[in-house]
């Protein structure tokens, strides 16, 4: 599976902001697709993730109610609505999928910046 990511860029503090992840090649094969961020001199944590079959979905307690994933199966796209943006959430956002639950995340997008101004 490739994975294109896109939709970053740079909103003041409260703003708003949609990423895109665009899914190609072995699709069928996604248990499960979620998005991670990296900060400058931090660990990459996970931000949530989305079950493709049915669209449960996971979040961070630091993201839970502000943003929301969601992925339209036609178009084997995941989408990250960021809502009410804080300069903490500042960070390089990544899309990555996994073929099984038990499996770790094993394909992963190019990144995307988010820049959060105060």
């Known amino acids: 599976v490739q994975l294109q990511a896109s939709g970053g860029g740079s909103v003041q503090a409260g703003g708003s902001l949609r990423l895109s992840c665009a899914a190609s090649?072995?699709?069928?094969?996604?248990?499960?697709m979620g998005w991670f961020r990296q900060a400058p001199g931090k660990e990459r944590e996970l931000v949530g993730r989305?079950?493709?079959?049915?669209?449960?979905?996971y979040y961070a307690d630091s993201v839970k109610g502000r943003f929301t994933i969601s992925r339209d199966n036609a178009k084997n796209t995941m989408y990250l609505q960021m809502r009410t943006l804080k300069p903490e959430d500042t960070a390089i956002y990544y899309c990555?999928?996994?073929?099984?639950?038990?499996?770790?995340?094993?394909?992963w997008g190019q990144g995307t910046q988010v820049t959060v101004s105060s």
């Open positions: 990555a999928s996994k073929r099984s639950r038990l499996l770790n995340y094993e394909s």
């Open positions: 090649g072995r699709t069928f094969n996604i248990y499960a």
């Open positions: 989305i079950a493709w079959s049915d669209g449960t979905t």
